[in-house]
């Protein structure tokens, strides 16, 4: 009764404490007498007692007969074992709650779709529309238009006849009450034991135990184990010795060690391995049926196993056949048909090319092959040159075939081209800082432009944004902004390198890329304009990290003030000795050079734990060391000296199939050695927003400890003003989000979120006494303390092709009040007004603004 008890204590709180937060005068709710009185007001009955009927009435009306409901199933095992893949085998499940709550959404909404739920009503409109359909398409003039006639009805009555076999869209939505099945408690018990035993624990027992009251169970289960198997001794029978000899060669890569549990993982790992070594030395048609695993378990005793790695040999043959490459074949237009013309034939580094016209560089075309005649069969070298020719993006399909036919065995590559002119273009919303704004985007691209597989891309893009404006936090003004980018991308390295070491580094993808952009902004304060000339290098390394030189990068950005109000406060800032936002509109030549390095494991998988690192070092100005500056500052510009240095860190754990538990740190520092003292304002980093701390408003959180100035509308904005961005030159921020599926496309997250940033030299307000008024410097003794730390929930609507996200943030911790009043979290309010009047301009009881975010993709 207890776990019952808790499950409505739980929900009664949370619903208090959000009262409470709300401003209600409610501080001596409790569950005993003081529950009278919060039920008395009718508005807040109605928010308590709808968990109690979804928890209580939801469900069990659905049972029949002597039917109980699974309400809750546990596994307890031993520490070596893991309980979350014990969990993944149960046969059943209980009803999903909401947010870890008795509330039990999901059968609500399996039983209200049910109730509207005809099957006849769908199959005799899964009838009339394919009768109508297939008219049609009888119709139809063109294999096109019928084509896409049949497309659309295939797609429609796979809809119909998914709603025929699993309901209206609310039912698989839903989920039907779960009913506690004994037959379902054998089976689950069954899979944990074959789960143990394919983990060495051949000796095991499982016992359950069932705790009734009413109409509800709870499971638990309990797994036992004795010592598990131990690998004693691994000895070979491979009659070929060719064959054995790369295998005892290869044995210290294997998954199968002496002294190691017996896992039939591992073992399907091992097969796996010595099927592609020996794929990868040679032996074409050798399959997995060849290699088989015997076992002793009772010859040695004591738990102790003896494994045999058999290889079988063929059933015709007394030996595996050796394939070497007798010639390699490029067919480079495959598809292609030219009546009455034969197609040319060339010779290139021991590759037979052939083609109608020779449109492609075979130069470049033969670095990216790595299959040579009289070299073994090597199924990665396959795999590999399919891969790098698809990476020149100039093909729609390659495929490598071997013909073994006439006693020879060649290598057939196959590729199609792709079209060499292409057009594209999209229409959309694009959200930044929080604000959504359309925007269209146009794209062309030319293909082997100077027929040396070089591509020419030219995108350009408008985009009417809402952004916060760079003096008011509450303002959100019109952005237009225009750009064009041309870009030339070569597949190579251009730099002055000989064609063998080409050819050593085609397998890593090397593309060079030159481009010149051009970026206009308008807004009510300024108009920018940015020209940028960059020289690219990117290379991949197998295909879980890419590399990034851009070894020049220069941009001329030049700025017009608008506003009368914006120069002001500008020059305020100059009078103040702040030229970090001033420096921003000085017309600047920037310089940089820039390492990155980004390692994705994963990541962006749904159903697989995944890893993303990226790192990214920038010098700027470093050539202005070695040639003197004065050229720039001659044309009246300014330049910049700096080194940047920034890491994100981002990991995604899945916990079920329902949950997954994400987290982030992202961190960097920018420090200046040039004779202005400052940064180019696009190199300072930024704290708040949708991606970062989300309980600020966007790049409105720090300077460290700095205090803020007081709010100018109190009831409408809180007591503190979020008026101007704060740069820093220290960034660091950390979060952690629980995404959970709540219904259909629609997931839930709660989120804690923690950053702020700093700056390397003292730049906190002075008072007359030579104290500051807080702190902006980084300290490692003091930063902790420094730390916005906010929290909140949020949605995310997964649509397929774009996943649109909305957040609540909530401060928890602001380190820019005064330290006794750094906690905030019970002054949270959702609306306004934010503060209370007791006289004409005297304002008390100040609230604390929730931050809305809204966003594309997931903030990391």
């Given at each position: ?13 949370l ?30 009955f ?5 968990p ?6 939801l469900?069990?009306?659905h ?14 095992a031993?520490?070596?074992?893991d ?8 046969a059943?499940?209980p009803n ?16 209200w ?13 899964k ?22 006639l049949q ?29 506690f ?7 689950t018990?069954n ?23 009413g ?7 309990r ?9 004693d ?11 054995y ?19 039939s ?15 990868d ?22 738990r ?7 290889i ?30 034969t ?6 580094r021991d ?9 492609y ?28 020719l ?8 390659v ?9 020879k ?17 999209e ?11 359309p925007?269209?985007n ?12 070089e ?5 350009g ?32 390295f ?28 308008d ?22 990290t ?9 941009s ?7 506003s009368?109000?914006?120069?002001v ?27 990155g390095?980004t390692?994705?494991?994963n990541?962006g998988s749904?159903?697989k734990?995944?890893?993303f690192?990226?790192?990214?070092f920038?010098?700027?100005?470093t ?16 330049y910049?000296?700096?080194l ?6 981002r ?31 696009e ?17 409105r ?10 709010s ?20 660091i ?16 997250a ?22 500051y ?14 730390m916005?730390?906010g929290?909140?929930?949020g ?62 993709g997931?903030?990391?």
């Amino acid at each position: 009764m207890h776990a019952f008890r808790s499950f409505y204590y739980k929900t009664l709180l949370l619903f208090s404490v959000f009262l409470y937060l709300q401003g209600f005068n409610i501080p001596d709710i409790g569950f005993g007498q003081h529950f009278g009185r919060l039920i008395t007001k009718s508005k807040y009955f109605i928010l308590i007692l709808t968990p109690l009927l979804l928890t209580g009435c939801l469900g069990t009306q659905h049972l029949e007969g002597n039917q109980k409901r699974l309400i809750q199933q546990s596994v307890k095992a031993p520490p070596h074992l893991d309980e979350e893949a014990l969990r993944e085998l149960y046969a059943q499940r209980p009803n999903r709650r909401f947010l870890g709550l008795p509330i039990y959404h999901l059968v609500a909404i399996y039983y209200w779709g049910e109730r509207n739920y005809d099957k006849e009503k769908y199959v005799r409109k899964k009838e009339k529309f394919e009768r109508k359909f297939d008219a049609k398409i009888a119709r139809a003039k063109s294999v096109r238009k019928r084509n896409n006639l049949q497309f659309k009805k295939q797609k429609k009555v796979a809809r119909m006849e998914s709603f025929i076999a699993n309901g209206n869209q609310r039912m698989q939505w839903g989920e039907k009450v779960a009913v506690f099945d004994s037959g379902l408690v054998e089976i689950t018990v069954n899979r944990f034991k074959n789960y143990l035993a394919s983990e060495g624990y051949f000796q095991n027992t499982v016992t359950t135990r069932t705790t009734t009251i009413g109409k509800f169970i709870t499971l638990n289960y309990r797994v036992e184990t004795s010592q598990p198997y131990i690998i004693d001794t691994i000895f070979y029978r491979i009659a070929d010795s060719a064959v054995y000899n790369i295998v005892k060669a290869n044995e210290p890569m294997g998954f199968l060690k002496v002294n190691q549990r017996l896992r039939s993982d591992d073992v399907d790992k091992e097969a796996e391995r010595i099927d592609l070594l020996l794929k990868d030395n040679g032996y074409y048609d050798f399959s997995r049926q060849y290699i088989d695993f015997p076992t002793d378990t009772s010859m040695l005793g004591n738990r102790r196993v003896a494994i045999m790695v058999q290889i079988l040999d063929p059933a015709k043959r007394d030996n595996h056949k050796v394939f070497t490459i007798d010639s390699v074949k490029f067919l480079t237009d495959a598809g292609v048909l030219r009546p009455g013309q034969t197609r040319q034939k060339r010779q290139y580094r021991d590759i037979q090319f052939s083609y109608f016209e020779n449109y492609y560089s075979l130069k470049i075309l033969s670095q990216r092959v790595f299959l040579k005649s009289e070299s073994l069969y090597n199924r990665t070298r396959t795999f590999e040159t399919q891969r790098q020719l698809a990476n020149l993006d100039a093909f729609k399909f390659v495929n490598v075939v071997y013909d073994t036919s006439g006693g020879k065995f060649i290598a057939n590559i196959f590729t199609s081209p792709m079209d060499r002119y292409e057009w594209s273009n999209e229409a959309g919303v694009n959200v930044t800082q929080g604000y959504p704004g359309p925007f269209y985007n146009l794209n062309f691209k030319k293909r082997n432009i100077f027929r040396g597989l070089e591509n020419f891309e030219l995108n350009g893009r408008i985009g009417i944004e809402g952004v916060a404006s760079a003096t008011f936090s509450e303002n959100v003004y019109r952005s237009i902004e225009a750009g064009a980018n041309a870009s030339l991308i070569f597949p190579q390295f251009i730099w002055p390198l000989r064609e063998p070491a080409q050819i050593r580094l085609a397998k890593y993808n090397p593309k060079t890329r030159l481009s010149l952009g051009y970026t206009y902004t308008d807004r009510p304060e300024y108009n920018r304009i940015a020209t940028t000339l960059s020289n690219t290098y990117t290379w991949q390394n197998q295909r879980t990290t890419d590399y990034s030189l851009a070894l020049a990068s220069v941009s001329l950005i030049n700025s017009e003030i608008k506003s009368d109000t914006f120069r002001v406060l500008l020059e305020q800032f100059r009078a103040s000795g702040n030229y970090n936002l001033v420096n921003s509109f000085r017309p600047s030549l920037v310089s940089s050079m820039i390492f990155g390095i980004t390692w994705n494991h994963n990541y962006g998988s749904i159903d697989k734990n995944s890893v993303f690192i990226r790192g990214q070092f920038e010098t700027g100005g470093t050539s202005l060391n070695f040639i003197d500056p004065t050229i720039i500052t001659k044309q009246g510009l300014q330049y910049f000296k700096y080194l940047r240095l920034s890491v994100d860190f981002r990991r995604n754990r899945i916990l079920n199939k329902f949950a997954t538990l994400a987290y982030r740190v992202n961190t960097g520092f920018a420090y200046d050695y040039s004779g202005n003292n400052t940064l180019p304002y696009e190199k300072f980093y930024f704290a708040g927003g949708s991606r970062s701390v989300r309980a600020w408003s966007p790049r409105r959180l720090g300077i460290g400890s700095v205090p803020r100035e007081r709010s100018d509308e109190e009831l409408e904005d809180g007591l503190y003003s979020y008026q101007f961005e704060k740069p820093g030159e220290i960034l660091i921020e950390g979060s952690v989000e629980l995404r959970s599926k709540l219904v259909g496309f629609i997931d839930g997250a709660l989120f804690i979120d923690a950053g702020n940033v700093w700056s390397f030299k003292q730049r906190a307000p002075q008072n007359a006494d030579g104290t500051y008024e807080g702190n902006s410097q980084f300290r490692a003794r003091s930063f902790l303390r420094e730390m916005g730390v906010g929290t909140g929930f949020g949605l995310r609507f997964d649509f397929t092709f774009l996943i649109l996200c909305f957040d609540v943030g909530m401060k928890v911790y602001d380190p820019a009040r005064p330290s006794d009043d750094r906690f905030v979290l019970d002054k949270v309010r959702f609306f306004k007004p934010y503060a209370k009047e007791i006289s004409p301009g005297v304002f008390t009881n100040f609230k604390e603004p929730v931050v809305y975010n809204v966003g594309i993709g997931y903030p990391f």
